[in-house]
């Protein structure tokens, strides 16, 4: 008999609590706390969507700031490569310049050498002609001298010419060699205007990225009140749950069922520590049991449907009072199949498993609460 009367109370009260809810649908308290809940989530949802759009947009703004330095860093480089060249090209100017020089010198003093011999050679027809006719055993040597006058002039003429289209020569591949100076020297004032232009769009994100981060601030204040207000409506709407729900010993762990058609995987006891998308956090409140996208979740014990408002960690939730103070709780359903006030019998369908809200896989959360504390669900249920 010691657990009968826990039983009996717990059935006494999920009859009142029927009366309560089922008699009059759903309680305008329930509906205006339950709205204003829904309204403070929504507006922290809006907030934090704003708050996520600033914070991209400022990733964004130092992706492109880290896509302009990289650019900058190659302009720079090509520049740094495009003055050496020019300073080369420079260099093989002033050798060529001095080839061009040393060659007039050699044509100047060739030149020079020239008009001495004909100098002498005119000096030799006004006055040594007679000399050397007279001198002269033949018509041969006469004009032999004559022919070798003429060679030597022949030559000189020759070599002149010679080392005239050498320094021409020369002087064309200093013009290739300026040229080519010149256009890098272009090419030079080409990257360096966009290396100009890149700092300044750099200049451009960094204001882009502090105006960002100020903002994110900014709003990261609006995302703190907004999360404040939905916890306290949260609070207030957990709390008229709490104090219209049944209350008792909640002792009788006696004719409750396992929620789903099959035992599943637990993945989570109750109070363990687990990493949710990257978030770690201690004192686990319920039992996660995985099992496939849309198994039909059963009401573990008859009652009255309490909740099914969508929480932001629970996801898609329906809450059963039933009775001697016994609230059991069914979280991240994919779809849920009762509404606030209705009787379910025990083993009723009240969903469907699913993971939204914060969650990283199908699964089904399930929580005992009595009088508003969790308690261990395995002290309750079994597969």
Request: net charge negative; aromatic share 6%; glycine share 8%.
């Amino acid at each position: 008999m010691g657990n009968v009367y826990p039983y009996l109370k717990r059935t006494a009260c999920f009859l009142l609590a029927g009366l309560l809810i089922g008699s009059a649908g759903v309680p305008a308290a329930l509906a205006d706390y339950k709205s204003d809940w829904q309204q403070s989530e929504q507006q922290l949802k809006q907030e934090q969507k704003k708050y996520n759009q600033i914070k991209n947009e400022k990733k964004k703004a130092e992706e492109q700031k880290k896509s302009l330095q990289n650019q900058e860093k190659i302009i720079k480089g090509q520049i740094t490569d495009t003055v050496n060249r020019i300073n080369e090209k420079a260099g093989a100017i002033a050798v060529q310049e001095q080839a061009i020089a040393d060659q007039q010198a050699n044509i100047d003093a060739r030149w020079s050498d020239f008009q001495d011999r004909m100098l002498a050679m005119q000096v030799m027809h006004n006055s040594g002609a007679v000399a050397m006719v007279t001198s002269a055993k033949s018509l041969y040597d006469i004009l032999n001298f004559s022919y070798n006058i003429q060679q030597i002039s022949e030559k000189d003429t020759a070599v002149l010419e010679e080392m005239n289209a050498e320094k021409l020569l020369l002087e064309e591949e200093k013009q290739k060699l300026e040229d080519a100076k010149a256009e890098l020297e272009n090419a030079q004032a080409s990257l360096q205007k966009k290396q100009n232009q890149l700092a300044q769009n750099i200049q451009q994100q960094n204001q882009a990225i502090s105006e960002k981060d100020a903002q994110a601030q900014a709003q990261s204040v609006v995302v703190e009140e907004a999360q404040k207000a939905a916890d306290e409506a949260e609070r207030q709407y957990e709390e008229w749950v709490r104090q219209n729900a049944s209350t008792g010993s909640g002792q009788s762990a006696e004719g409750f069922i396992w929620p789903l058609p099959m035992a599943g995987r637990v993945t989570t006891e109750f109070g363990a520590d687990q990493w949710v998308n990257g978030v770690h956090s201690t004192g686990h409140s319920g039992m996660d049991i995985a099992v496939p996208l849309n198994t039909p979740i059963f009401a573990a014990h008859d009652g009255v449907v309490s909740s099914t408002t969508g929480h932001y960690t629970y996801g898609n939730v329906v809450m059963v009072d039933n009775g001697d103070g016994v609230t059991t709780l069914y979280a991240h359903m994919n779809s849920k199949a009762v509404s606030v006030g209705q009787q379910v019998k025990q083993g009723d369908v009240i969903g469907y498993v699913g993971s939204t809200g914060n969650s990283t896989g199908n699964h089904l959360h399930f929580e005992v609460r009595v009088n508003g504390r969790r308690q261990n669900p395995r002290n309750y249920v079994s597969p």
